[in-house]
């Protein structure tokens, strides 16, 4: 009989518990939720939960909660949310110093026990905690991507659906960059049913939609006092789901660069195709001289909390 798939989820808080969720309503297999030994009942919890809704929904998929890492042993996913999210009035880079020493934990235990695994970070701040990953692992970059730009173009797609009065189903976006206030809303290749959104939507709307998306994880954190897990969620099954059924998706990632786009040694969110392999492609698209310029100004900040990480 064909095993199913098995993904290990590093961290059962908000997002590990909603990962936990989809995955298994997606039937995308069995399912291990990790946290640490503190909270081991919370993922056991939190998994005995999931497990009583597939009963009741009707899908097949087993749920575990742990704190033991060999249980994660062969996973052929892992997804990776331990940490502790923004509070408010916290940046993402204040999370640096605490997030840092939790994931290069992580990252050495996901490579003594899944060693073939796709990796998908998405613990803040995502772009040095996935760099931090792949230099831990030592894992090809195909196989280490960080969750962000999944993320940042639902949410200007959300907003362009709600300004145009138009389904969010005919809302093509791409936001590229880092996933900070730098990150980087492409108008040229944001577009509704084909058509580019400059053409629909007034110049003062379409910037104050950029304004929102840059701050769209903050206003969330404001109103709730902690960060999304929904759509982070969302994203991030998306990515493994394109992987495991290998779908060959474009997804904005966060993906190492090694010269595409000009950059290099740096994880940046830019479009990929998710497939099989992981990581098959990074699809180069012509920027504008602005889009450049705003993709350069990430990349340096990026580049600056690389550099603060490797001195911690
Ligand atoms: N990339 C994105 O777009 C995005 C979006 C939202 C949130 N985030 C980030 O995702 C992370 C998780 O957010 P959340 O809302 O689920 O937080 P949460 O606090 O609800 O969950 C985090 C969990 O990680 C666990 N944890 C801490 N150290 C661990 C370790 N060493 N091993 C295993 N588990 C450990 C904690 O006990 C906790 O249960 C945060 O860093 C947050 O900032 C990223």
Same mark, same amino acid.
């Given at each position: 009989?064909?095993?199913?798939?098995?993904?290990?989820?590093?961290?059962?808080?908000?997002?590990?518990?909603?990962?936990?969720m989809?995955?298994?309503?997606?039937? *995308?297999?069995?399912?291990?939720l990790?946290?640490?030994?503190?909270?081991?009942?919370?993922?056991?919890?939190?998994?005995?939960?999931?497990?009583?809704?597939?009963?009741?929904?009707? =899908?097949?998929? +087993?749920?575990?909660?742990?704190?033991?890492?060999?249980? !994660?042993?062969?996973?052929?996913?892992? !997804?990776?949310?331990?940490?502790?999210?923004?509070?408010?009035?916290?940046?993402?880079?204040? %999370?640096?110093?605490i997030?840092?020493?939790?994931?290069?934990?992580?990252?050495?235990?996901?490579?003594?026990?899944?060693?073939?695994?796709?990796?998908?970070? !998405?613990?803040?701040?995502l772009?040095?905690?996935? =760099?931090?990953?792949?230099?831990?692992?030592?894992?090809?970059?195909?196989?280490?991507?960080?969750?962000?730009?999944?993320?940042?173009?639902?949410?200007?797609?959300? $907003?362009?659906?709600?300004?145009?009065?138009?389904?969010?189903?005919?809302? +093509?976006? *791409?936001? *590229?960059?880092?996933?900070?206030?730098?990150?980087?809303?492409?108008l040229?290749?944001?577009?509704?049913?084909?058509?580019?959104?400059?053409? *629909?939507l007034?110049?003062?709307?379409?910037?104050?939609?950029?304004?929102?998306?840059?701050?769209?994880?903050? &206003?969330?954190?404001?109103?709730?006092?902690?960060?999304? =897990?929904?759509?982070?969620?969302?994203?991030?099954?998306?990515?493994?789901?394109? =992987?495991?059924?290998?779908?060959?998706?474009m !997804?904005?990632?966060?993906?190492?660069l &090694?010269?595409?786009?000009?950059?290099?040694?740096?994880?940046i969110g830019?479009?990929?195709? $998710?497939?099989? &392999?992981?990581?098959?492609?990074?699809?180069?698209?012509?920027?504008?001289?602005?889009?450049?310029?705003? %993709?350069?100004?990430?990349?340096?900040?990026?580049?600056?909390?690389?550099?603060?990480?490797?001195?911690l």
């Open positions: 009989m064909p095993k199913r798939k098995k993904i290990a989820l590093i961290g059962a808080g908000n997002i590990g518990g909603e990962l936990a989809l995955a298994a309503r997606r039937e *995308l297999g069995d399912v291990v990790l946290d640490i030994p503190d909270k081991e009942g919370v993922a056991k919890g939190k998994a005995l939960d999931i497990m009583q809704t597939c009963a009741l929904d009707g =899908y097949d998929a +087993n749920v575990l909660g742990t704190s033991k890492y060999e249980d !994660i042993r062969g996973a052929d996913v892992v !997804i990776v949310t331990a940490g502790v999210p923004r509070k408010p009035g916290m940046s993402r880079d204040d %999370l640096l110093s997030n840092l020493k939790i994931i290069r934990g992580v990252a050495e235990q996901v490579k003594g026990n899944a060693p073939n695994a796709l990796v998908i970070v !998405i613990s803040n701040p772009d040095a905690m996935v =760099y931090e990953m792949k230099k831990v692992t030592g894992f090809p970059r195909a196989r280490v991507l960080g969750m962000a730009g999944a993320l940042d173009s639902a949410r200007f797609q959300c $907003f362009l659906a709600e300004a145009a009065g138009v389904s969010v189903k005919d809302v +093509n976006a *791409l936001v *590229l960059g880092g996933h900070g206030d730098t990150m980087v809303p492409c040229s290749y944001t577009t509704i049913k084909g058509v580019p959104v400059a053409k *629909l007034p110049k003062d709307k379409l910037e104050a939609m950029v304004k929102r998306t840059r701050g769209g994880g903050g &206003e969330i954190v404001q109103l709730m006092g902690t960060s999304a =897990y929904y759509a982070p969620a969302s994203g991030a099954i998306a990515m493994a789901e394109s =992987y495991l059924k290998a779908q060959r998706r !997804i904005a990632c966060a993906a190492y &090694e010269g595409e786009y000009g950059y290099k040694d740096l994880y830019v479009p990929i195709l $998710f497939g099989a &392999e992981g990581m098959e492609k990074v699809v180069e698209v012509d920027l504008s001289a602005e889009e450049k310029s705003m %993709l350069e100004a990430s990349a340096a900040a990026v580049r600056e909390l690389i550099e603060a990480a490797s001195k």
